[in-house]
């Protein structure tokens, strides 16, 4: 270590540091449907009261395969965000 700095300046990163938004989708999924199922079975629960027929399991698995989509993303973003805010990147 002589004191001496380099005359060239770093480079910047070309990817963002930390998970991508897609990854992290991937992985939240089963996580999110499963959540979206739930909720759906619980409220078919509740309009029982209203005089409605209840939602039955499988198809509250079902309806929530592709209602889990913009949940898994929305969940992604967010969690996204709590990353880069924990990593001082905001």
Known sequence: MSGTRSASKPEPATEPAGPRLSRLAILL?????????????????????????????????????????????LAAKWVKGLIDEAEGRR
Do not use: D, E, H, K
């Open 29 to 73: 999924y089963p996580f999110t449907a499963a959540a979206v199922a739930i909720n759906l079975y619980l409220l078919g629960l509740m309009w029982q009261r209203l005089g409605l027929p209840a939602i039955p399991p499988l198809t509250a698995l079902w309806v929530s395969i592709p209602l889990g989509v913009p949940a898994t993303w």
